[in-house]
């Protein structure tokens, strides 16, 4: 089925949430060497910095959904999730304060918003973000960003979950091995949000 874009991604109703787009995530200090060649095959950074400048341009809030932990862990429960815990036997990853979870160079703007978490995969459980979309007036949201291995699947369906719409920006995410992640964008995603790419939605914010 058609999706009509700019009445889905409508300038008053919309947010975009960038999803873990760090420096520790898939840039210069990344521990992911396979999830960062993938960005630069797929110029996902590039396709995220012209949505971006798109949504600033009309008025649609930029939301950076950021992952951090402290160096005593309070707030993160370490033993839940088997990646987490191998993640977190490196005392220094993800910390707050580091540039690990600063936000991609060029993607920050200083009006910009942000929610950062220090627990779990997805950005809904356990942060404000949903009270924020909602004082924003926001019934549509945008994503961008990591990874599709469960960032963005996590994303989509919490926010279904909520009662907001989805929209996820093909070229603008990314997850290893690549011909999974097209295959998650393919038959998971596509059951929870709308499949756009960065040009259409950039040419409706025009």
């Not at 400048?53 to 839940?80: K, L, Y």
Request: aromatic share 4%; charged share 20%.
């Amino acid at each position: 089925m058609a999706v009509d874009l700019g009445t889905l991604a409508a300038p008053d109703r919309s947010a975009v949430l960038v999803m873990e787009m760090q420096r520790g995530v898939a840039g210069d200090l990344a521990k992911f060497p396979d999830l960062v060649e993938v960005c630069a095959r797929r110029d996902v950074v590039a396709n995220a910095a012209a949505v971006l400048a798109a949504a600033r341009a009309a008025g649609v809030p930029v939301i950076h959904c950021t992952a951090a932990f402290r160096a005593d862990r309070a707030g993160s429960h370490t033993a839940n999730s088997p990646f987490i815990a191998a993640l977190l036997k490196d005392p220094a990853h993800m910390l707050e304060g580091s540039g690990a979870v600063e936000v991609l160079p060029g993607l920050r703007d200083p009006g910009d918003l942000e929610s950062r978490r220090h627990h779990g995969f997805s950005p809904f459980t356990g942060t404000s973000l949903d009270m924020t979309l909602r004082s924003l007036g926001v019934s549509t949201v945008v994503a961008m960003g990591f990874s599709l291995n469960l960032g963005i699947p996590g994303l989509a369906l919490e926010a279904v979950n909520l009662g907001y719409r989805v929209a996820v920006v093909t070229d603008a995410v990314a997850g290893v091995p690549d011909d999974y992640a097209q295959a998650v964008l393919r038959h998971t995603v596509s059951l929870l949000a709308a499949r756009v790419r960065a040009a259409d939605i950039v040419e409706v914010w025009k």
